[in-house]
Structures are given as C-alpha cells and as structure tokens.
T-cell receptor, first 112, second 115 residues
Framework: KQEVTQIPAALSVPEGENLVLNCSFT??????LQWFRQDPGKGLTSLLL?????REQTSGRLNASLDKSSGRSTLYIAASQPGDSATYLC???????????FGGGTRVLVKP | KAGVTQTPRYLIKTRGQQVTLSCSPI?????VSWYQQTPGQGLQFLFE???????NKGNFPGRFSGRQFSNSRSEMNVSTLELGDSALYLC??????????????FGSGTRLTVV
C-alpha cells in the first residue's frame, strides 16, 4: 500500500528566501507525481507534473525533482513571496490504476 | 477553456438526510474522480469513473455512491448522513484514456456540513 509523507507539516520563512518542500513515498512503482497548491477552503491547483521517467520539471520560479528509486520528490520555490503562502500537497499516481495517494501537505507561511 | 465545475459550493444538511453533489469535468475529459478532504484524514480517494463505469473505489461505506453520465458529468450521493461526513468533497478530471501520462485538474470543491 502506497504511503506518502510530507515533512515538515508547516514552514515559515521570510520573504525572498527559497522554499524547499519534501515528499517521500514508499512504493517506487509510480506513473507520475503531481504537486498541488491549496489555499484555505479552496480546491487544488496543479503546479507541476513529473512523469516517472523524468528527473525534474520546471515552471517559472518552481522546480520539482524526482528520485523514483529512493522514493523522493522535492519542490523548490525560488525567491518566495507572501502570495506563495498556502498548503502544498504532493500526490502519486501508481503504475497500475488511477487512484492518487496524497501526502498530508506542508503549510507554508511567507512573512513580508 | 472552462475548468472543473462543482455544485453546490456549500451545503448544510441534517444527520440522516441524503445529499447529491455534482461535478462537470473539463470538456473532453472522460475520467472523473472524487476525493474527501478532512482535517484529520487528509485527502482520501472515494471513487473513479470512466465512460460511465466505476473503475476504482476507495475504502468508504456503501452509503457513498456515484455515477457518471454519457456527457462525463458525475454525481456522488451520500445517504443517511453522519456528522463525520462533514468535509470538503473534491472532484478531479483527467483526459485519461487508459494509458498516457496525464495529470488531474481539480474543482473548487463542495463544502458539506452535517449538523
């Protein structure tokens, strides 16, 4: 059974600092891994999708890496801004089936 | 292009009642999945529909059911509501056609409160 863990559960940084968010998973038989952002009381916004064959994916200030063999992904957010304050979730899709397994999320606060 | 639309946004129901939530996926997306989000359990998979067929089901009691229509719109139903069913219910769509490396797009969710 796939288990996804995100540590730390919460993070507070001053504006301008780079953010590093971690995601680990127990079963390396994955199809892809997706990072989401969730604002309080809202739905999930997809940030990046990394295919199992990829090592990293970039979009603007965001960069996500994937090390499938060690069961880890990292989301980097460069030069953080107060608007980056949100909960960040990672989700893995298994090699067989379409059910996403989510981590518990990391709640980020960027202080001005 | 319109995103995933969930209605209603908020619902307040009484214990023992039933409720139906609706989800319209992105045009052309044939896979619709439902998730329940609570502070204690996080995001948990309910079920997935593809071409009107339920392909996967999570570990929820039979009070939770769903269906998908020929236009890919989906509904989920919860009967005999319990206080513990209070949650944010999220719908996700994907252009999945069995294989292919597609991601999921989520709606804004329906906040259900059971009193």
């Amino acid at each position: 059974k796939q288990e996804v863990t995100q540590i730390p559960a919460a993070l507070s940084v001053p504006e301008g600092e780079n953010l590093v968010l971690n995601c680990s998973f127990t079963d390396s038989a994955i199809y892809n891994l997706q990072w989401f952002r969730q604002d309080p009381g809202k739905g999930l916004t997809s940030l990046l999708l990394i295919q199992s064959s990829q090592r990293e994916q970039t979009s603007g200030r965001l960069n996500a890496s994937l090390d499938k063999s060690s069961g880890r992904s990292t989301l980097y957010i460069a030069a953080s801004q107060p608007g980056d304050s949100a909960t960040y979730l990672c989700a893995v899709r298994p090699a067989a089936g379409n059910k996403l397994t989510f981590g518990g999320g990391t709640r980020v606060l960027v202080k001005p | 292009k319109a995103g995933v639309t969930q209605t209603p946004r908020y619902l307040i129901k009484t214990r023992g009642q039933q409720v139906t939530l609706s989800c319209s996926p992105i045009s052309g997306h044939r896979s619709v999945s439902w998730y329940q989000q609570t502070p204690g359990q996080g995001l948990q998979f309910l079920f997935e529909y593809f071409s009107e067929t339920q392909r996967n089901k999570g570990n929820f009691p039979g009070r939770f059911s769903g269906r998908q229509f020929s236009n890919s719109r989906s509904e989920m139903n919860v009967s005999t509501l319990e206080l513990g069913d209070s949650a944010l219910y999220l719908c996700a769509s994907s252009p999945l056609t069995g294989t292919g490396n597609y991601g999921y797009t989520f709606g804004s969710g329906t906040r259900l409160t059971v009193v």
